[in-house]
């Protein structure tokens, strides 16, 4: 499997094997979206990071917490990137992250 490439959960792969266009066509808007700009793949990791942090969505910020750390970003940036929505999706929120993020760079 490539740096970065982890296995997909089980519900995504049910997708992928159900819809292979839409999952396609997906896969494609991500990679343009990414090479759009001069972010690095870590600053944009970090900022999924943040990003499903807010929006309280479990898998996609443990896949992007692995990312981020495939592509260099380190325990603290990874714990910032966190911080940082802080005064957005308040504590509580923050709090939820914190404990996925620590359960998931704790045990690597």
């Known amino acids: ?8 959960p089980q519900l ?15 896969v494609k808007l991500r990679d343009a ?7 690095t793949a ?17 898998g996609g910020l443990i896949a992007h917490i692995d990312r981020a750390r495939d592509v260099g970003a380190s325990l603290e940036e990874i714990y910032q990137a966190i911080l ?3 005064g957005l999706i308040g504590l509580p929120n923050t ?12 045990r690597a």
């Open 1 to 8: 499997m490539a740096k970065g490439q982890r296995q997909q």
């Open 12 to 26: 995504v792969r049910h997708f992928q094997q159900r819809f292979p266009e839409v999952w396609k066509a997906y």
């Open 33 to 39: 979206c990414d090479d759009q700009g001069p972010l």
């Open 42 to 58: 870590r600053e944009r990791e970090l900022i999924k990071v943040g990003i499903s942090a807010a929006l309280r969505r479990e």
């Open 84 to 86: 940082v929505a802080t």
């Open 95 to 106: 709090l939820a992250a914190f404990g996925i993020a620590r359960d998931r760079l704790e």
